[in-house]
């Protein structure tokens, strides 16, 4: 490779910068050429609003350690914030767990009480879910069938993660770490199919009927 | 080869025992060869219920421990030659028996039995993992509160793993009409409704179930008792006849009280 061309590339876009990362040099060689290139950008006024940058890697694998470092740069930048540090690599550990996330586990049983199904992913439980039984996911929780016992949904710490029951009437939510008893102990008979959320405004777990899902999707996705 | 069926509930005191005794003599009643085995090691009770606690010499322990043999150990019942009792030891615990040795026996017994109906103590430790090792079926027990439904429905998981039990039937115990009807007591239908089970049958809270177990003669003897009746129909429907449930109203007894008063009984 040419030394001409630049190991760091800046393009502005409407929305910020964006940092292309050559991915055949040295990590050394590329952290140097960053320093040089992001202190000899011009001078900005205080008042400036700060400015996003994405960095893209490549083909290049970083580590942990790696993308702190970019990080810190980027952050000693007074104007500047790291918007999102992406790469086209992943080990395959990375690659494992992404799929193990995204994978939606069937499971046509009951939950008795005493007993825990524990997934990875989303879970689709056809049967109930008995007092003193817990059903625990990393992902979307949803029960085709009463939900009596415990559920606890985003058990990573995602909180944008639901509960679904065809009867709600658990003893207790747990979204994330947002833990609630039956949010709803007057809904009682209800032949709607409900589901549990975390409401951000109000940082606890609501219950609303199952089509407000449909709504509340449609807006995630706008605001992404 | 005759079969074993479980008696079980998880919780203490929801009538397991004073069931496994009925429903031997309502299945003796029907001339079945059946055999009761009580593994309740330490607090041994079916022995007292069927009225044959003096004719103890053997226990299960000393079949276990080799000391006798399994037909020294059979208590003829007094009124049925067709039925039988292995008791419990009362001076030892539960861990004097193993599953293995507790499923031998419970196979010799099956060669010569129709039905081996046993007894389960209270709890999910060793005691209960005797008391299924041998089982080819299971009865679960409980009664119409919460605590009760929930210890069932746990012991309901722990049989649904068991690969050589089929899946548990439920007996409804001690339900009372007007506490139902007044919302005190859970319904037939939301216990059915949690537990998911099959209903084998419902008995109703009857005073002289406790009066005939401290007399020694299973109330499954007393053809007028209700509670009777309900376990000689849950006895037909082990026996595979479909039996329609008994009607819970006590108001139907009324015309039979006075044929009782006429005499006409």
């Given at each position: ?7 760091v590339?800046i ?33 900005y006024?205080h008042?400036?609003?700060?400015i996003?940058?994405k ?7 970083l580590?942990e350690?790696?993308?702190k470092?970019?990080h ?8 500047l ?15 494992e767990?992404k ?9 046509t049983?009951?939950?008795r ?17 008995n007092?003193g039984?817990?059903?625990?996911a ?23 993660k639901v ?24 809904g ?17 777990i ?14 995630s996705?706008?605001?992404? | ?5 479980v008696?079980?509930?998880g ?8 069931t496994?005794a ?9 001339n079945?060869?059946?055999c ?13 219920i ?10 299960i ?18 009124r ?28 010799e ?6 039905y ?9 430790e060793?005691g ?8 080819d ?7 119409p ?14 049989l ?11 007996i ?11 919302g ?22 009857d ?5 005939a177990?401290?007399k ?37 007894g009324?015309?039979?009280k ?8």
């Amino acid at each position: 490779m040419a030394n001409k061309q630049p190991l760091v590339t800046i393009k502005g876009k409407k929305d910020g910068l964006i940092l292309s990362l050559d991915d055949r040099c040295s990590f050394e060689q590329l952290i140097a050429e960053l320093k040089t290139k992001l202190s000899v950008q011009g001078t900005y006024y205080h008042d400036d609003p700060l400015i996003s940058v994405k960095v893209e890697a490549g083909n290049r694998y970083l580590t942990e350690e790696d993308r702190k470092e970019i990080h810190k740069i980027i952050r000693e930048e007074k104007q500047l914030f790291v918007a999102e540090i992406s790469s086209n690599v992943f080990t395959a550990e990375q690659v494992e767990e992404k799929v193990k996330q995204q994978q939606l586990t069937t499971l046509t049983q009951y939950i008795r009480s005493g007993q825990e199904v524990r997934v990875d992913g989303d879970i689709l439980l056809i049967g109930d879910v008995n007092p003193g039984g817990k059903i625990i996911a990393t992902g979307n929780i949803y029960v085709m069938g009463a939900l009596r016992g415990i559920a606890h949904a985003g058990y990573s710490g995602q909180d944008d993660k639901v509960i679904t029951a065809s009867l709600m009437k658990p003893s207790q939510l747990m979204i994330a770490d947002v833990i609630s008893r039956d949010p709803d102990p007057n809904g009682e008979g209800t032949h709607v199919m409900e589901f549990a959320y975390v409401d951000h405004n109000t940082g606890t777990i609501s219950v609303d009927r199952l089509q407000s899902l449909f709504r509340r999707s449609l807006e995630s996705t706008k605001r992404s | 080869m005759g079969e074993a069926i479980v008696i079980t509930s998880g919780k203490g005191g929801v009538g397991k025992t004073t069931t496994t005794a009925n429903i031997g003599t309502a299945l003796a009643l029907q001339n079945k060869k059946v055999c009761l085995v009580d593994t309740d090691i330490g607090l041994r009770n079916l022995d007292v219920i069927m009225g044959l606690e003096n004719r103890i010499i053997y226990d299960i322990v000393d079949v276990a421990e080799g000391r006798c043999k399994l037909s020294q150990t059979l208590i003829k019942d007094k009124r049925f030659e067709c039925l039988k009792l292995v008791p419990a030891a009362q001076a030892k615990d539960k861990t004097s028996i193993q599953p293995e040795q507790m499923k031998a026996i419970i196979d010799e017994l099956k060669r010569d039995f129709d039905y081996v109906l046993i007894d389960c103590p209270a709890g999910i430790e060793q005691g209960f993992k005797n008391a299924i090792a041998g089982a080819d079926h299971s009865i679960v027990v409980t009664t119409p509160e919460n605590s009760a439904v929930r210890d069932a429905d746990r012991i309901i998981g722990l049989l649904e793993k068991e690969p050589n039990i089929s899946s548990p039937r439920l007996i409804i115990n001690r339900i009372r009409n007007h506490m139902v009807k007044t919302g005190g007591m859970l319904e037939i239908d939301e216990i059915l409704d949690v537990l998911a089970v099959d209903l084998l049958g419902v008995v109703v809270d009857d005073e002289e179930v406790i009066s005939a177990s401290n007399k020694g003669e299973p109330i499954a003897l007393n053809p007028s008792s209700r509670a009777s009746i309900a376990y000689r129909n849950i006895a037909r429907r082990i026996l595979g006849e479909s039996v329609p449930l008994m009607s819970l109203d006590e108001n139907k007894g009324f015309f039979k009280k006075v044929k009782k008063m006429l005499g006409m009984r």
